[in-house]
């Protein structure tokens, strides 16, 4: 009889996945598929590594699925967000990868019980302004709707999970946990180097921007994988920042963080106004060259985030996860955390 489950991480190479690993003690059996070639250091020694491109050949792909009983699976794939592709070749490789990921969907074994799909907010449209934006908001109707090719794939990635959860036999439970901003363990992570680049000059902007410390997006995955097998869980919950603060904070907010975890004393700050000048300056040169240089388009959609409001209502998690709230660390502590490790 066995004795434990199995998860299958799909793209259990992130910074997210790295977050987790580090965090806890795994007591099932892992196997994760990732794009690198070889297993990477910081995997656990008693996890299984696959190294799978999912944009490769699709009858390829199956060779990969050997594992003859999975419980559970964890999907975390996206396209890079900073990329030399513009957004027309950034969407024929997420199309690509879409199809990758049903291939192994579909060649997965009918005892699975449970998906958890790390989302994003970028799957109700990451620019135009969200403020306290909650579940029901979400007036998406489908990923057709949103033109952006990063945007597009999470929105279709929660489309195709949810579609083989509800049409396998039996129906699986499925859960989208959509996260924004989150600073990871990883030393490439997006977030933080953008802060490290703003550490000595950069704005303290004021405009609301959730963002979470990875380990915190981590603890609430190991709650989910935790609860008891009868608990029902909802189809998406948005926890993007922690639930200590009790109104949403400003970008500036977690820069200032930064600062105070590296010791910076010594820094100079931009005013709002040259920031928002320099964003609309660089859209405009993007509308113009984006098509033809490389990285423009996929920069210029990181920053215009930076121009509108972006919290949201986390009241779904914190109903149905109340213990996260005492097992989360702040955003100080996660960045003393990084200094410690990195």
């Known amino acids: 009889m066995k004795s434990k489950e199995t998860i299958l991480w799909i793209g259990g190479t992130s910074g997210f996945a790295q977050s987790y690993f580090q965090a806890f003690s795994l007591t099932e059996e892992w196997v994760v598929v990732g794009i690198e070639k070889k297993k990477p250091a910081w995997l656990p020694g008693n996890v299984t590594f696959l190294s799978c491109d999912l944009t490769e050949n699709s009858q390829e792909l199956t060779k990969y699925m050997k594992v003859d009983h999975i419980d559970r699976v964890i999907v975390s794939i996206r396209p890079p967000l900073v990329t030399y592709r513009t957004n027309q070749q950034s969407w024929k490789y997420a199309q690509a990868m879409l199809h990758g990921l049903t291939v192994l969907l579909n060649s997965l074994p009918s005892q699975v019980r449970q998906i958890v799909h790390i989302s994003s907010i970028a799957a109700v449209d990451h620019h135009p302004r969200q403020s306290m934006f909650s579940e029901k908001d979400d007036t998406v109707s489908s990923s057709q709707e949103l033109s952006n090719p990063y945007d597009r794939f999470k929105r279709a990635c929660e489309e195709r999970i949810s579609h083989w959860a509800t049409s396998s036999n039996p ?17 490439a992570c997006i977030q933080c180097q953008s802060l490290a680049m703003q550490a000595r000059l950069g704005p303290l902007l004021a405009i609301p921007i959730d963002c979470n410390s990875g ?3 981590a603890t609430l995955l190991n709650l989910i994988l935790s609860s008891p097998h009868d608990k029902v869980l909802q189809p998406i919950y948005f926890y993007c920042r922690p639930l200590r603060f009790s109104r949403p904070a400003s970008y500036g907010t977690f820069l200032q963080a930064y600062r105070e975890a590296y010791n910076m004393r010594y820094y100079l700050t931009v005013p709002d106004r040259w920031v928002r000048l320099f964003v609309l300056g660089f859209h405009a040169l993007t509308r113009w060259l984006g098509s033809w240089v490389p990285f423009l388009e996929s920069i210029d959609y990181l920053l215009i985030v930076t121009l509108n409001e972006h919290s949201f209502d986390q009241t779904l998690v914190q109903k149905d996860f109340p213990e996260l709230i005492s097992r989360e660390e702040t955003i100080l502590q996660c960045f003393e955390r990084r200094r410690r490790i990195q």
Do not use: E, Q, V
């Not at 499925?174 to 996260?179: A, D, G, N, S, V």
């Open 171 to 187: 129906p699986k439970s499925y859960t989208h946990l959509r996260f924004g901003a989150i600073f990871t363990d990883a030393p």
């Open 215 to 217: 380990r915190n997006a």
